[in-house]
């Protein structure tokens, strides 16, 4: 399975490769859409190889040099990302031993004041009891005047050896503090007060300790300990020793890790690599007498700007996968429509003509401004003249090619993408200019509307609301443009448009007017036709601008025998005097007759295949089985009684074959009865669809049910039964008997097919 599958891949290649597929329908959309992305390229390529220039390194500029689209400033970037790993400081990882260090320091300094102030209170408190002692013995000799003035001096002597032993260690400790500073600290304050002190003290430098200690931040740490220690309440003295004393103590309690410096170095390097320096489209490079930089010369090189340089290979390489992706893209959806049997060509060359034609007229006009681009004409038109899901598939391919030069921001991607599908949408069903009109005012209001929005500041500066008017002059302009190019489309590439459509059936064309003239049996039918099929197309979603036209012409061919069709006689049936096989023949020919006339017209190919395709390739029953009386069962072939056909290829088609043999059938067999008419039209269906007929036509049971519902409905309401008055019912009798006079006479046509199992007096009334 596997290899029949790749030697079918394999023939299939080989076959669009070959000249002889070039006349094939099923690749000649290919080779259409392959020049067209060769145009594209082309047209394009222009915008995205920049202009080239003669400047040296290090000499002064001739030119005036601007960005021709938004450039990127490889050097300046790169060097913008080696300052910024540069700024990015080093990375620690804290020491615990230097944290310990800082608050076993602290510990020890706390500990040291304690002790100092514990061994002179203790001291001069020993020395006082002895003084008194002494003191009472002396008063009683006469003494004691003596022992005061002694215990006072030895008080002062321990004093001074503490103070000076508090002033050598704390020198130790790297805080030198004045003797006076010492004195006031031991013998200033309270035991209670200096342990609350030193308590708080403690803490906080255990705190700061555990913080991170940097070579470049231990000034700043330093100094909001200080700060923190000095905003305590406590003795001013005390305050400033401890002060000096955190000024000391702290040290740098981290070392540096180099593998997470280098790492965050790198992580700041490919960063900025990211933010690339851009230099905006129209922004100024080089003015004349600048003189060239190494950088500014490596920046024109990159871009192929240099005329003694080698040309900028990657902006042409992008371009070329972009334009080639996108026709990929659009030719799968062009498979689908423009690529199976019978498929109009014109089709494919109007589409890849217009995509060309609108990235043309957007690459003159972009410069101009990046909103001034006419972007929607191609939309539009294509959306008038080809439909709905053709516009929007290219107007994706124009914007995704636009994009490559034109230096559109997000914004105004979105506000085009958006805008072109509300364009198409609401175009390409107009059938009234006035429509067109209010669909132009419409999108320009929108697309200004949206700019404003993406411009985020609803109040935004006159830059924003000049560019929203730029933006809705030019979406009114591509839309009333367009409009302007419908008629060309129409009558150049011959194409079934809404408005076209909706003229041709107003029933001024040449060919209705002599329908009416000439056949008016045949016009009244069309004309019930028409309104059947319009009615059923618009509750299947078809199109119903085709099958009433289509409808309306469908048998013009009757226009060059109009007496051998029964709804045009008067009582003469000249098939009396015919063979069958003649007979068969005239009926059969309407339709190639009917499709030179509508060609000698120029009628659009979708009304053309109506004509062509409404009897498919049914048989003409009546004269066959008068054959086969005449002649005998086996001298009568039916396929020389039938239609040459094709089968209806659309859903347009099968709803004309449908109302055709209906109309014709109900209107000859006299039924008015809602149930007889609901009764034969689902007979009617159900034999067009065990015929095949309806098979290539991709209408859905579905569609089915609601076109017989539809029918029975426009049915009844024209053929609907009402009180006779005696002259009425005179009237019917008359016409029942001259019904039952031609009963025996053929007058057959293309809803014998639709009519066949009607009793034979009233098959031979249904003939058209």
Not at 646 to 659: D, F, K, N, Q, Y
Request: hydrophobic share 45%.
């Amino acid at each position: 399975m596997g290899e029949q599958t790749m030697r079918e891949r394999l023939r299939t290649f080989r076959a669009f490769g070959s000249f002889k597929a070039f006349g094939d329908g099923r690749y000649y959309y290919m080779y259409v859409l392959a020049a067209m992305a060769a145009a594209v390229f082309l047209t394009a390529a222009g915008a995205v190889a920049p202009a080239r220039y003669r400047v040296e390194a290090n000499q002064k500029s001739g030119y005036d040099i601007t960005a021709p689209f938004d450039m990127v400033d490889e050097a300046q970037t790169e060097r913008y990302a080696r300052e910024a790993s540069a700024a990015v400081p080093k990375a620690y990882a804290k020491n615990p031993a230097k944290v310990k260090e800082i608050t076993d320091k602290a510990e020890s300094f706390a500990d040291m004041l304690v002790n100092e102030q514990k061994v002179f209170l203790d001291a001069s408190g020993a020395s006082a009891s002895g003084a008194a002692g002494g003191g009472t013995g002396a008063a009683g000799s006469g003494g004691g005047t003596s022992g005061a003035s002694g215990a006072e001096a030895y008080t002062q002597l321990l004093l001074d050896r503490s103070v000076t032993r508090l002033v050598d260690k704390s020198d130790e400790f790297g805080v030198p503090i004045s003797r006076e500073q010492a004195a006031a600290i031991l013998s200033g304050v309270a035991q209670n007060q200096l342990a609350t002190f030193l308590n708080d003290f403690k803490q906080r430098v255990s705190a700061y300790a555990e913080l991170e200690i940097t070579p470049d931040n231990i000034s700043g740490r330093a100094l909001a300990l200080q700060n923190a220690i000095l905003s305590t309440y406590a003795n001013q003295n005390l305050k400033n020793m401890a002060a000096l004393f955190a000024q000391s103590a702290l040290e740098v309690n981290v070392e540096e890790d180099r593998e997470k410096t280098e790492e965050r170095r790198n992580e700041a390097y490919a960063g900025a690599l990211e933010r690339k320096i851009v230099i905006s489209k129209g922004d100024r490079i080089l003015s004349v007498d600048d003189r060239v930089s190494q950088d500014t010369m490596a920046l024109l090189q990159s871009y192929g700007m240099i005329e003694t340089g080698k040309p900028n290979a990657r902006q042409m390489l992008r371009l070329a996968i972009v334009v080639g992706c996108a026709t990929v893209l659009l030719a799968l959806y062009a498979a689908r429509f423009f690529g199976r049997p019978g498929a109009p060509r014109g089709h494919v060359v109007l589409l890849a003509f217009l995509i060309v034609f609108g990235l043309f007229i957007c690459r003159l006009i972009y410069p101009l401004g990046k909103l001034a681009a006419p972007v929607y004409i191609a939309p539009i038109l294509i959306a008038y003249l080809l439909g709905l899901h053709a516009a929007l598939a290219a107007h994706m391919y124009i914007i995704v090619v636009m994009a490559m030069f034109s230096g559109m921001d997000v914004a105004t991607l979105l506000i085009y993408m958006i805008g072109g599908i509300l364009a198409a949408t609401l175009t390409y069903s107009a059938a009234q200019r006035s429509r067109l009109t209010w669909a132009a005012l419409v999108l320009s209001v929108v697309n200004a509307g949206l700019f404003v929005v993406f411009a985020n500041d609803i109040m935004a500066p006159a830059t924003y609301y000049a560019d929203a008017a730029i933006l809705f002059s030019m979406s009114l302009a591509s839309a009333l443009l367009s409009m302007g190019l419908i008629a060309l489309g129409e009558s150049a590439f011959n194409t079934a448009t809404p408005l076209r459509l909706t003229e041709l059936s107003s029933g001024n064309t040449p060919l209705l007017m002599r329908l009416s003239f000439e056949a008016p049996g045949t016009h009244h039918h069309s004309l019930m036709v028409s309104y059947m099929s319009e009615q059923a197309a618009h509750e299947i979603g078809a199109n119903a601008y085709v099958a009433k036209a289509g409808a309306l012409y469908h048998d013009v061919g009757k226009l060059n025998n109009p007496e051998f069709f029964t709804e045009n006689q008067s009582g003469v049936n000249p098939h009396d005097e015919l063979p069958p096989e003649k007979s068969a023949s005239i009926i059969i020919s309407h339709t190639g007759e009917g499709l030179e006339l509508c060609a000698r017209a120029k009628l659009p190919k979708a009304v053309m295949d109506i004509v062509k395709e409404h009897h498919g390739d049914t048989p003409v029953m009546y004269f066959y089985k008068k054959a086969q009386k005449l002649y005998g069962e086996e001298n009568a072939l039916l396929e020389d009684y039938r239609y040459p056909g094709p089968r209806p290829t659309s859903r347009e088609s099968a709803i004309v074959m449908l109302a055709d043999s209906c109309e014709a059938a109900i209107r000859s067999s006299g039924m008015r009865d809602e149930q007889e008419i609901d009764g034969w039209v689902e007979k009617i269906v159900k034999q067009k669809l065990d015929d095949g007929q309806l098979e290539n036509s991709e209408i859905t049971i579905r569609d089915l049910r609601e076109i017989k519902k539809s029918f029975t409905r426009v049915l009844l309401g024209y053929y609907h039964t009402r009180v006779r008055y005696p002259d009425d019912q005179r009237q019917m009798a008359a016409q029942q008997a001259a019904r039952a006079l031609a009963a025996g006479h053929g007058a057959g046509g293309g809803a014998a097919d639709g009519a066949a199992a009607l009793p034979d007096k009233q098959r031979a009334g249904a003939m058209e």
